[in-house]
């Protein structure tokens, strides 16, 4: 089992929807929970940071942590195209290295 | 511009070629990091230093791929012999905080 399981996609929805994105982890050790976005042939861009469980809002971006069930979720509000990117999860224990999912590809249509 | 720094964007080599990438950190972050990254996976760790002490390895470094971060500042990822296998996005980041990683806009190697 990976320590970290996100659903490819490809997911595709239309401008303005609520866009969810969701990972399981199976390492209960895992504190820091992170959501990068990443374009084509760019690194990846820190969009959300999470300690522990609960809720975090940026702007049109919620970032969910249940540490109960270990699912973490993002979630997209009026989604626009530029939104189009893959959608990267991520966790850590602490300082050392995060794991990652593989990543959520993301088109919204205009 | 004040972000992670890499170079070089994309290099292609021959198999059997040595490459050497390097990494400039944001200046006050005291941890680094070297991902890879292969079409449609997530970045997978290879090494992580904190100052200029390497203090982790993945399995998948193998005895060809050294990292170096010499006076604590820049990095530099080299691989030796390169095989087609190792043809991906070498992805640098760098922490000042736990957890929070700030990313480069990757290294792309193509070995022929």
């Known amino acids: 089992q990976k320590e970290v399981e996100q659903d490819p996609g490809p997911l595709s929805v239309p401008e303005g929807a609520i866009v969810s994105l969701n990972c399981t982890y199976s390492?209960?050790?895992?504190?820091?929970f992170m959501w990068y976005r990443q374009y084509s042939r760019k690194g990846p861009e820190l969009l959300m940071y999470?300690?522990?469980?609960g809720n975090k809002e940026d702007g049109r971006f919620t970032a969910q942590v249940d540490k109960s069930s270990k699912y973490i979720s993002l979630f997209i509000r009026d989604s626009q195209p530029s939104d189009s990117a893959t959608y990267l999860c991520?966790?850590?224990?602490?300082?050392?290295?995060?794991?990652f999912g593989k990543g959520t590809k993301l088109t919204v249509n205009p | 511009d004040t972000g992670v720094s890499q170079n070089p964007r994309h290099k292609i080599t021959k198999r059997g070629q040595n490459v050497t990438f390097r990494c400039d950190p944001i200046s006050e972050h005291n941890r680094l990091y070297w991902y890879r990254q292969t079409l449609g996976q997530g970045p997978e760790f290879l090494t992580y230093f904190q100052n200029e002490a390497q203090l982790e390895k993945s399995r998948l470094l193998s005895d060809r791929f050294s990292a170096e971060r010499p006076k604590g500042s820049f990095s530099t990822l080299e691989i030796q012999r390169t095989e087609q296998g190792d043809s991906a996005m070498y992805l640098c980041?760098?922490?000042?905080?736990?957890?929070?990683?700030?990313f480069g806009e990757g290294s792309r190697l193509t070995v022929l």
């Open positions: 999470t300690y522990s469980s």
């Open positions: 980041a760098s922490s000042f905080s736990a957890g929070e990683l700030f």
């Open positions: 390492n209960s050790a895992f504190q820091y």
């Open positions: 991520a966790t850590s224990r602490g300082s050392e290295k995060l794991v």
